[in-house]
């Protein structure tokens, strides 16, 4: 619906809002458009209800200004829509609750619009590259329980429990095993602490694009990440530039360069921070405000590597060559957006995984005996992999100050919507 393109005739489908006599609000994917309309009966705007889906064909006669020449109603509400009493909320709370009211409003039409691109991108590419999707599963004995503060979802059924998936580690490395190159596109849940809702970051149910591969050096896979995020990036200015104005496009440009990307070490972060005056306690997790900074001084994804073995989950790897530090490593984005892929290689010794499920996670190891007893069969191989935070690279992408408006069904920490 771009009324400033230099054809003459044009053909818009869009919602509509009366304003006053012959001009009217349009609005749809590319933003809200002040128009006045010619060659036409002024009574048949002034009855339609605010919301209208229609459809305008006709001339541009001026700026702005359209003769009609097919005018046609496709549907009106019975009521006007709330987005037509106010806007949207910019707390994302209030927005959660009733995001439903919303789905029309141009951001959040662009955000869907982006998440469904970079899915279908990802997709594509990943296939290219030789490596096969999997359907993911929902439920199953356990899930992750290196969620950082997060906790996960049990169900009773069938005369017992078990838990939603908070990530698909465990089946990533069993099936990389057997297919060598795998992804799945992930709908994890994670019970975050309620005061999480407004970090920005947050979801309880999130997407994620899980890749992973057998017998491959930490090195390759991050290689690969990184060449996922740029390719998926410079796909979405090329495509989809009529979404973004000059600005956003040259924020892009100037950000997500062509890899490598700048690789820090974890020891090597807590000393750019400490000169920076914040300091991180030796085998804690960086904290956003911590991340933000180390990104925003390199003003380019940057990586850190080498998070201590206490810090992360039991199916990290130990670097041999750096005891007490795993193999592993985060992607950080610029501009205040933190990290968006997670990945390292996998543990996939059963004295290994046994030791470290029951001191790390203190967990009992029944619940886990399945992939365990998977490994003492040495049927689990070596594998590296990673995964990217779909919403996150949305907010990223569209510089949103939160997380809530990038994705069709926000479910926010302690904030259940519909």
């Known amino acids: 619906m771009d009324l400033l393109k230099a054809t003459r005739r044009v053909v818009i489908k869009s919602w509509l809002k009366h304003v006053c006599e012959n001009t009217v609000l349009l609005w749809g994917l590319q933003g809200f458009f002040e128009v006045r309309l010619k060659c036409i009966d002024t009574a048949m705007l002034e009855n339609l209800k605010c919301g209208s889906l229609v459809l305008i064909k006709g001339s541009l006669v001026g700026e702005n200004e359209i003769c009609v020449d097919e005018f046609r109603v496709l549907h009106e509400p019975v009521v006007e829509e709330e987005l037509c009493r106010s806007g949207l909320p910019s707390d994302p709370v209030e927005y959660t609750l009733k995001y439903y009211e919303y789905v029309k409003h141009p951001q959040i039409l662009k955000a869907i619009y982006v998440y469904s691109y970079l899915l279908n991108y990802a997709r594509s590419f990943l296939n290219k590259h030789g490596f096969l999707e999997l359907p993911p599963p929902i439920i199953g004995y356990s899930s992750d329980p290196g969620l950082r503060g997060a906790r996960k979802v049990q169900i009773g059924m069938y005369n017992g429990f078990f838990e939603l998936q908070s990530s698909l580690i465990m ?61 998926a990036v410079r796909s979405v200015i090329n495509e989809l530039q009529d979404l973004f104005d000059y600005n956003e496009i040259d924020r892009l440009e100037k950000e997500i360069t062509k890899p490598p990307y700048p690789r820090l070490t974890y020891n090597d972060a807590l000393h750019e921070l400490s000169k920076m005056g914040v300091y991180v ?40 060559e750096h005891p007490g530090y795993n193999e592993d490593y985060n992607l950080l984005l610029p501009s205040g957006h933190g990290e968006v892929i997670d990945g390292g290689c996998r543990e996939y010794r059963y004295e290994n995984l046994s030791r470290k499920i029951a001191e790390i996670h203190r967990e009992p190891l029944e619940k886990y005996s399945w992939f365990l007893n998977l490994a003492l069969k040495g049927l689990i191989r070596p594998t590296c992999g990673w995964g990217l935070g779909l919403e996150r690279l949305v907010k990223y992408l569209l510089n949103l100050k939160h997380i809530a408006y990038t994705t069709p069904h926000p479910r926010l920490p302690g904030i259940i919507g519909p």
Do not use: C, M
């Open 171 to 231: 089946y990533k490395q069993l099936y990389a095993s057997v297919l060598d190159k795998i992804f799945y596109v992930a709908r994890n849940v994670r019970i975050e602490p309620p005061e999480n809702a407004y970090t920005g970051r947050h979801l309880v149910e999130f997407t994620q694009i899980d890749v992973e591969i057998a017998s491959v050096s930490s090195s390759k896979a991050l290689n690969l990440a990184e060449k996922t995020l740029y390719s």
């Open 281 to 320: 306690k030796h085998g804690e997790e960086l904290p956003f405000k911590a991340e933000a900074l180390i990104a925003d001084k390199y003003g380019s994804p940057v990586w850190i590597t080498g998070f201590p073995v206490t810090a992360r989950g039991f199916y990290y790897i130990e670097n041999p």
